[in-house]
């Protein structure tokens, strides 16, 4: 019973409302996201806002008037997107799931644990809050698109990753050697730091070269840095510019695995192959 019931069709109001809160090419779908956008950012302001001295010495009931509210608001939130989801653990246990129980969990545990306390520092938990931040992935498109080619990307990445491992390993390595610790480098380990701040072209100075063949090395660091940090960008850049290429897709979401980017006349899901939820665009 209880598993029929965690996997329960959905239609009428859950539909409905499944429709106005994961559907965004439907028009009260896009006012949906807008609206929520808004109270996203207005929330993050406000816990910004808090961690200023003055102002909240001035704007403490406000501040925490208008915290309360944006945490009862998250509230719903959250609880219509489990009441309207298929399979609602599973969406608890989502990426997404998790940033929401985040953004609101923080201030019904400073209830349970008050500044006096010598378990947990509330300070902490309005941190906690700025995950909030992160509910906007899910309703910015662009931020869709970049995770895209990063997924996509990721594998030609991590051998680009590797490839830098080596040559800042080979190179703090010869810098130890050629240096020695009278110049600084007094590990290898500190040697590596020295030539991944060099191939990034940050430069602390806390470390430099001496010697003139450690000098050439570092030239030759310096110049190398340029061309790795344009790799990754050319990287992700080149799937953004595929994945331009590819046929328009909506937001529509699988019901069964929260699925989306589907294609505007599909009727199964790309992922699961369960049936897509069928409603009018307005």
């Not at 985040?102 to 644990?113: E, G, K, R």
């Not at 680009?160 to 390595?173: D, E, S, W």
């Not at 100075?205 to 010697?211: A, E, R, V």
Request: hydrophobic residues 50%; proline residues 4%.
């Amino acid at each position: 019973m209880k598993t029929e019931l965690l996997g329960k069709p959905l239609t009428g109001w859950r539909l409905r409302l499944y429709t106005v809160i994961f559907e965004a090419d439907t028009r009260a779908g896009r006012w949906f996201d807008q609206a929520l956008i808004a109270i996203i950012l207005a929330s993050v302001a406000v816990v910004m806002a808090d961690s200023v001295h003055d102002v909240r010495l001035h704007f403490h009931w406000q501040l925490t008037l208008a915290e309360w509210a944006f945490t009862l608001l998250f509230t719903l939130e959250y609880v219509a997107r489990l009441s309207c989801v298929r399979h609602p653990l599973r969406y608890a246990l989502s990426f997404f799931g998790v940033i929401d129980l985040l953004a609101l969990l923080p201030t019904y545990l400073a209830l349970l644990f008050p500044e006096v306390g010598v378990l947990i520092d509330v300070r902490i938990l309005r941190l906690l809050r700025v995950f909030r931040v992160f509910k906007l992935t899910a309703y910015v498109s662009e931020y869709q698109a970049i995770g895209q080619a990063l997924r996509a990307s990721q594998r030609k990445i991590m051998v680009f990753l590797a490839a830098v491992l080596m040559i800042v390993l080979v190179i703090g390595t010869l810098m130890y050697v050629v240096e020695g610790p009278e110049n600084g480098y007094t590990s290898i380990p500190v040697s590596i730091y020295w030539a991944i701040t060099t191939m990034t072209t940050v430069g602390f100075g806390d470390i430099t070269p001496k010697t003139d063949l450690g000098r050439l090395i570092a030239s030759a660091m310096m110049l190398l840095g340029w061309g790795t940090l344009a790799v990754p960008t050319g990287i992700v850049t080149a799937e953004m510019t595929f994945a331009r290429k590819s046929p328009t897709t909506t937001t529509r979401t699988c019901q069964e695995c929260l699925t989306e980017g589907h294609l505007p006349d599909a009727n199964f899901c790309r992922h699961c192959g369960a049936r897509l939820p069928d409603y009018a665009h307005e």
